[in-house]
Structures are given as structure tokens and as C-alpha cells.
């Protein structure tokens, strides 16, 4: 299958699009154009859910002042590589952060939709240090994914396989 074009995902407006190598593979990144031009400005990174692309945040590009804004394709989304693997929260956890550092910051405040949401708690618990903090949309914590997934039958059947397949590492129960 021939890639997608990326006229596709590279939409035009108030932001620039870049490519950012991270955690082994290019990421498409999309900054907002009016972003702080104050170098120390704080980095919001924000990260779409499943089925979607940067273009879900177009509208939070330009309302976040004071801060460098950017949206992110995901591994395996738009612009984004798609390499075979590499899709679970360790990794993606990685993926991230290694954005935050190749962006130029030291920590960065996430903010993530549905599965965006997940990478954002897996970056929090995997690398502490580069999060800031985190604002979730529509994202359950991933513990109470699981109960729910696993003690009532209409969650459980209402979640897809491969959903369950993407956990967070469990930490000890003692935090």
C-alpha cells in the first residue's frame, strides 16, 4: 500500500508544521504560530486519542498563551512514521518523552484525549521528570479502565481486545 499524502495531514493555518526525530523514528509536529516567543515558555504537548490525528487539537493550538503549543502525531498516525511495532505504552511513553527532549525542554505539561490520555499516564509513571502535569479529556485512569473492563460484563465486552492489550506498567500497590 502506497503511503498516505501528506497534504493530507499538513493542513495550512496559524501553525508550522515540523518533523521531529524521537525514540528512533520522525514524529510530525505542529506548532502554533503565535506561541510565546520566550524561549523559557513553558511546553504544553498535546496528544490525540484513537482514530484521529493533530487536527483534533486545531482550536487549542491558539488558545493556550504564555506557552509552546504542539500537536502531535502519534506512532503510527497522519504524518507520523509507521513502524510495525512499538505500540504499547512503554514505548509510546518513550515516544514522548523523547519529544519533550528533542523539542528543546526538560518538561512538558500533556495534555491527551482518550488514548492520548493513556500515553499521558504512562509518561507521567514512566518518566516523571519530564511531566509537568497532566489534563485528561474523556480518559479514564488506567486502573479503573482495568476494573471496570474486568468486573463488569457490559464494560468488559463493550472494550476491544486491543485496547486491553495496551496497559500501563503496574507500579507497586504500595504508592
Same mark, same amino acid.
Given at each position: ?9 499538513? =493542513? ?8 521531529? $526525530?524521537?525514540? !528512533? ?17 513553558? +511546553? ?12 483534533? *487539537? ?33 514505548? +509510546?511513553? !518513550?515516544?514522548?518523552?523523547?519529544? =519533550? ?9 500533556? =495534555?491527551g484525549h482518550a488514548d492520548g490520555g493513556l500515553?499521558? *499516564?504512562?509518561?507521567?509513571?514512566? $518518566? ?5 502535569? =497532566? ?35 503496574? *507500579?507497586?500497590?504500595?504508592?
Amino acid at each position: 500500500m502506497p503511503p498516505p499524502d501528506p497534504s493530507a495531514v499538513r =493542513i495550512g493555518g496559524p501553525w508550522r508544521h515540523h518533523d521531529v $526525530h524521537a525514540n !528512533g523514528i520522525r514524529f510530525h509536529v505542529v506548532e502554533a504560530e503565535a506561541g510565546s516567543p520566550d524561549p523559557d515558555a513553558p +511546553l504544553v504537548v498535546l496528544l490525540h486519542g484513537f482514530g484521529s490525528f493533530w487536527w483534533s *487539537w486545531r482550536h487549542q493550538l491558539r488558545g493556550l498563551s504564555g506557552a509552546r503549543v504542539v500537536a502531535v502525531d502519534l506512532r503510527g498516525y497522519g504524518a507520523s512514521d509507521k513502524p510495525p511495532r512499538g505500540y504499547d505504552g512503554w514505548t +509510546l511513553a !518513550g515516544d514522548t518523552g523523547g519529544l =519533550i527532549r528533542a523539542l528543546g525542554h526538560t518538561s512538558a505539561t500533556l =495534555i491527551g484525549h482518550a488514548d492520548g490520555g493513556l500515553v499521558c *499516564w504512562a509518561t507521567s509513571v514512566l $518518566h516523571p521528570r519530564l511531566v509537568r502535569s =497532566i489534563a485528561l479529556v474523556s480518559s479514564p485512569h488506567p486502573t479503573a479502565l482495568r476494573r471496570a473492563a474486568l468486573t463488569r460484563r457490559d464494560q468488559g465486552r463493550a472494550l476491544l481486545p486491543s485496547l486491553l492489550a495496551y496497559q500501563l506498567p503496574r *507500579w507497586p500497590s504500595t504508592c
